[in-house]
Nanobody, 118 residues
Framework: VQLVESGGGLVQTGGSLRLSCAAS????????LGWYRQVPGKRRELVAA???????NYVASVKGRFTISIDNAKNTVYLQMNSLKPEDTAVYYC?????????????WGKGTLVTVSS
């Protein structure tokens, strides 16, 4: 599975951005698509995840502000980020959790930088 992200950038506090992640390859073996973020010196953390059936989960700090969604026809997952805060500044990575002949696999995009100015 290959993942290509887009949509990062610079936004002011309270603004919005939408991240996109297009998946290709063995998409029928994907279990979950998710967005993670990482700042220098800290662990990469899960922000939100979604299955193709539409089940979602979010980290507590973004609930009510971020929405993850999936377009099955385009094999694309989105992260709509509203009411952005400076602490949301990070490199955001798209992740696919998938299986290859029963073996668990993990694919990552290259990341897209989101900067929220105060």
């Amino acid at each position: 599975v290959q993942l290509v992200e887009s949509g990062g950038g610079l936004v002011q506090t309270g603004g919005s951005l939408r991240l996109s992640c297009a998946a290709s390859g063995s998409i029928y073996n994907i279990n979950t698509l998710g967005w993670y973020r990482q700042v220098p010196g800290k662990r990469r953390e899960l922000v939100a995840a979604i299955t193709f059936a539409g089940s979602t989960n979010y980290v507590a700090s973004v609930k009510g502000r971020f929405t993850i969604s999936i377009d099955n026809a385009k094999n694309t997952v989105y992260l709509q980020m509203n009411s952005l805060k400076p602490e949301d500044t990070a490199v955001y990575y798209c992740n696919a959790d998938w299986s290859d002949n029963g073996n668990p696999m993990d694919s990552w995009g290259k990341g897209t930088l989101v900067t929220v100015s105060s």
